[in-house]
């Protein structure tokens, strides 16, 4: 994720810095949460991502993104209570990464002031199910290990 003159968006380049391209890109808003806490697949072939629209209803997405193709496929959806945005956690506090085996992703997810759980998807299926459940945790900065 990046800010710059075209605005916040995800760009991908090559290892050696070469192929510097947008994939995606908010130009109507020079900072925005539409990308939060990108994360290649297990694979390689795509990059998931958080979204969260600020505007009301609140809505937070769960979007893959294929970096050949800028194709994208929303596999989770859904709503983020209103409270949450009164100084709750901070959008660079919310955090994805990938399974292992790329079935599933665990995610933060917003619940109220100053409150997130994590929770995981099913890449398939679009289930949504929470792991954590502490009343007023703020869990955050997650990773997945073998």
Known sequence: MADNAEGTGLFVMNSDGSDFRSIACDSASFFSFRYCSPSWSPTGDNIAYLSLDDNPPKTQWIILIDPETTETDTIAEFNVPPEAFLMSVPIWEQSLCWSPDGTKIAFTRLEGYYVSHICLVNIDT?????????????????????
């Open 126 to 146: 679009g289930e949504i199910t929470q792991v954590t459940f502490e009343e007023d945790a703020r869990d955050c900065f997650i990773s997945w290990s073998k």
